[in-house]
């Protein structure tokens, strides 16, 4: 398998991946790149006759991977932009393959890195968060250089497609009226893990679900 020289973020319409949006070929690759994952350790629990047992189910928690890059049009490097037309059409191209939500799922789209051969087809996830700060305009006001940060956080694409199941992770769309009280309530049959889901989506209040995003359910040891 040849190695791939540019990052490329590949966009799909769902976790099937059989329906590809576009792609995003990286004009210079990033620096460095931050992968957070973390699990909850088994918890003790009592067996049948009440005597202390270890649960051997960790919980998945999905991992979080950010990393930094440059879009410049000054002139500075011979290299193309990702968009040819300038530094905001290739913002606005990256936020149409990654946090745009389509018309259809209500979702933004699904993600593959690929990039060399450490990377290449093992990251799947959605953006989660996109912040990109112009920094150098011409004389018009044009941006003609872009620094952006973007956070991918994983999804695994078996455990997506199946949201029957309790014990797996669960990824729904907030809807109207939805707050973490009654997704606790809807997902677990009990309202008192509102504070773990609100945890593992860093959520700063009970309040803060944007309608249109999605939200992370994992199974949760009861």
């Known amino acids: 398998m040849s190695e791939i020289s540019k990052l490329k973020i590949v966009a799909y319409k769902d976790t099937s991946s059989s329906q590809k949006i576009g792609e995003f070929v990286l004009q210079l690759n990033p620096v460095d790149i931050s992968v957070v994952r973390t699990v909850d350790a088994p918890k003790d629990s009592s067996s049948s006759d009440g005597s202390p047992s270890s649960s051997q189910t960790e919980t998945f928690r999905p991992a979080k991977f950010t990393f930094k890059f440059t879009i410049d049009d000054t002139g500075a490097i011979s290299l193309k932009l990702p968009d040819a037309t300038g530094v905001a ?33 093992s990251y799947f996830g959605q953006v989660t968060a996109l912040k990109y700060d112009y920094n150098y305009f011409d004389i018009s006001g044009n941006p003609l250089r872009a620094q952006v940060t973007l956070t991918i956080t994983e999804v695994n694409a078996v455990m997506d497609r199946s949201f029957q199941s309790p014990d797996i992770t669960k990824m729904p769309v907030i809807k109207d009226k939805d707050n973490i009280i009654k997704l606790s309530e809807d997902s677990y049959d009990d309202k008192k893990y509102y504070i773990r889901i609100a945890e593992i989506n860093n959520l700063a209040s009970l309040r803060d679900l944007k309608k249109g995003s999605s939200i992370f359910l994992p199974p949760i040891e009861k």
Do not use: A, C, R
């Not at 018309?103 to 690929?114: F, G, K, M, R, S």
């Open 89 to 121: 059409n290739s913002i606005s191209m990256l936020e149409s393959l990654t946090v745009i939500p389509n018309n259809e799922t209500h979702q933004n789209p699904y993600v593959y890195l690929y990039w060399g051969k450490t990377f290449q087809d």
